[in-house]
C-alpha cells in the first residue's frame, strides 16, 4: 500500500507529483506530503487527509519549486495518521530524504541501535528509522548515497520501494524495491519515479520496472544504473513500452471509478476473450495453458490462492474447473493458506489470483507452493505486476486500469479468464462434449451484450437502494455456482456502504441465519434459472414467512419470485456456468447507489486500499 512518486528533471516537480499523487491515491488516503528542493532550501509539507488537504497545506506553507523531489499517499501501518508520521522523511542531520511504501520488519532493534549511538526520532515510522540507517551508513563509512542505501537494505528485514535523495547532491535519486512495485518513467533528459506509471504516461511512455531486489541510481540528464542490492553487480536496463493511456485512467464523465468501471464490463469482457476464444473454429487458445497442458493434465488437484474479491473469482472456478474439466479444486485464502502448512506436492498446479498483482499474501502463497515444486499459474490485471512475474505462466484478464477500491470489473474478467480456462481443458481431457462446448463458446460470446442489458435495470436499482440505505444489515443468499456472488455481493456493500452484509449459501440459512430474519432484514436471493431454481424458491417462501424483506435477482420473464419477492431485478438468461457474469452486475450497482446515498466515499473507502502489499 500508499503511492510513492518523484521527479528529477527540468520541469516544476510540484505539479507533477501532486497530480501523480492523485492518480495513486487507490494505494492509501490517510495522509500524503511531498518535499521539494529548488537548490537552496528543502520545503517539506505534510498532512493528514488526502492529497487536495495536502495540495492546500503546501499553497499556505511552501513555494512550490524545485525540479527534484518526492510524494507519498499513506496507509497507515507503523503509527497513526498525522503530519509527522506521514512521508516524506527527513534524516537527522536535514540532508536526506526519503518515501517508502512497505513494511521494515526488524525497524524496532535498528531504532535501538540508532538511539544508542544518538539518533532522535520524531515519528512513530519504521520509514524514519530507515532513513537514519542511511545516514549512518553513509557517515560510517564514508561512501556515496547509493552505496549507503545499498548497505543499509542488506540490513533491512522487510517489504520497501523507497525513493531517497541527498540535499547535497540533487542532480541524483536512489531508487530500490523489495516486494512493493515501483516504475521509472524515462523522459528526455528527466525521469519519474512512481508506485505504477499511472503517473507519468502523459509525459513519457518509456518505463523500466525495478525487479525485487533491485536498486536504481538516477542521475539527472544522464542515465539510469540497475543494480542488485545484495552484491551491487550491475543488471541491464530493459525499457518497456507502455501499453495503457490517459483516457483509462480518468472517469470519462462517470461520478466515480467504480460506476465506470461497472460500465466498461461489457468491453473488458470481450477484451479478455478476444483472440482466445475462436467460436467459429470452436477452440479456445490461451498460451500459458497450451505450453503447459501436460502439467495441469497430469495435476492431482488444482489449489487456488487469493484474497478478498479474487478469491470469490476462485470460489466461482471451483465450480466450473469441478463441473467442466472434473477436475479436483480447492480454494484458500492465500493469509491462511502461507501459514498452514499445508501438504502441495509436484503434482499440484495453483492458480493465483490477483486483480493487482502485488497482493503480499498471494505472493506468499505463491512461493510457498514453488518452494515445494508445484506448478503456479497466474490470473492477474496489471501486467509486469509482481504475481506476473513470480509465477511459471499465466493468463491476464486484460480488464484495463481498475481504480475504484471495490472490484468491479475484475472480478467478471477474472471468471471469464477460468472459465476459459475449465473449457480449454475440459476439451482436452474429453469431459466435455463437442456440442457442449460449441454452446459455452456461443453463450460466452454473448456475455458483453447481455451484460449491456443487466446495466439497464439501474434506475429500478436505485429505487431499492432507496428503499433500504438506512438499514443496519443485509443478508445475501445464492446456490452452487451463484454462492461466492452472494459472498461478493455482500463484500461490496460492506466495504463502500460500511452496512453490515453476509452471504450464505441458501440451504445454510436454516442452520443459523433465519434467526436474524425480521420485517426489518432485506434479503438479496440470487434467483435466477438453474438447476437449483425450485429450491432456492422453497428458501424464499421460507423467508417470507418470516416477514423478511426479499429483494430477487432473477432470469428476465421470470413469474414465481416475482409473485413472492418485494422487489425483483431481472437479468438475461444464460447457462449455470456462466450465470455469476450477469447475476454480480445488479449486486455491484445496489452497492454502489446505497453508498452514493449514504454520502460514502466510493472510490476510497475507509480503511481500505487498492493493492494490499502488507501482510
Ligand atoms: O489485487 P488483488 O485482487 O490481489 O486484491 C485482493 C483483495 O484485496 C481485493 O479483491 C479486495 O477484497 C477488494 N477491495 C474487493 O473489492
Known sequence: ???????????????????????????????????????????????????????????????????????????????VPNSVNSHPHISNSGELVIIHNGIIENYAALKQELISRGYTFK?????????????????????????????????????????????????????????????????????????DASPFIEFTKNAVYLEDEEMAIIREGKDIKIRKIKDDSLVDTYVQELQINLEQIEK????????????????AINDTYRGRLLREEAIIKMAGVEDNMKKFLNANRIIIAACGTSWHAGLVAEYIFEDLARIPVEVEY????????????????????????ETADTLAAIKLAKSKGAFVFGVCNVVGSSI????????????????????????????????????????AKGTISSSDFRHHLLELEMIPKKVEKALKAEASIKEIAYTYKDVSNFLYLGRGYNFPVALEGALKLKEISYIHA?????????????????????????????PHYEKVVSNIQEIKSRKGKIIGIVTEGDKTVRELA?????????????????????????????AVMLGKNVDQPRNLAKSVTVE
Open 334 to 357: 492465500a493469509s491462511e493458506f502461507r501459514y498452514r502448512n499445508p501438504v502441495i506436492t509436484e503434482n499440484d498446479v495453483l492458480i493465483a489470483i490477483s486483480q493487482s498483482g
Open 1 to 79: 500500500m500508499c503511492g510513492i512518486v518523484g521527479y528529477i528533471g527540468h520541469r516544476e516537480a510540484y505539479p507533477i507529483i501532486i497530480e501523480g499523487l492523485k492518480r495513486l491515491e487507490y494505494r492509501g488516503y490517510d495522509s500524503a506530503g511531498i518535499a521539494l528542493f529548488d537548490g537552496t532550501s528543502l520545503n517539506v509539507s505534510k498532512t493528514k487527509g488526502k492529497v487536495a488537504d495536502l495540495e492546500n497545506c503546501v499553497q499556505q506553507e511552501i513555494p512550490n519549486l524545485g525540479h527534484i523531489g518526492l510524494g507519498h499517499t499513506r496507509w497507515a501501518t507503523h503509527g
Open 502 to 530: 453476509e452471504g450464505y449459501p441458501a440451504a445454510e440459512m436454516k442452520h443459523g441465519p433465519i434467526a436474524l430474519i425480521d420485517e426489518n432484514m432485506p434479503i438479496v436471493v440470487i434467483a435466477t434459472k438453474t
Open 388 to 427: 506476473a512475474r513470480e509465477t511459471h505462466a499465466g493468463a491476464y484478464t486484460h480488464a484495463g486500469p481498475e481504480i475504484g477500491v471495490a472490484s468491479t470489473k475484475a472480478f467478471t474478467t477474472q471468471i471469464t479468464v477460468l472459465t476459459l480456462m475449465a473449457l480449454r481443458l475440459a476439451r
Open 252 to 267: 470519462g464523465g462517470f461520478d466515480h471509478f467504480m460506476l465506470k468501471e461497472i460500465f466498461e464490463q461489457p468491453k
Open 566 to 594: 418485494d422487489h425483483v431485478i431481472e437479468v438475461p438468461e444464460t447457462l449455470e456456468s456462466l450465470s455469476p457474469l450477469l447475476n454480480t452486475i445488479p449486486l455491484q450497482l445496489l452497492s454502489y447507489y446505497i
Open 123 to 195: 515519528s512513530d515510522t519504521d520509514t524514519e528509522v530507515l532513513i537514519n540507517l542511511i545516514e549512518d551508513v553513509k557517515k560510517k563509512e564514508n561512501v556515496k548515497l547509493g552505496k549507503a542505501v545499498q548497505i543499509a537494505l542488506n540490513q533491512v528485514i522487510g517489504a520497501y520501494a523507497i525513493a531517497v535523495f541527498d540535499k547535497a547532491k540533487p542532480d541524483e535519486i536512489i531508487i530500490a524495491r523489495l516486494g512493493s512495485p515501483l516504475a521509472v518513467g524515462i523522459g528526455e533528459n528527466e525521469f519519474f519515479i512512481a508506485s
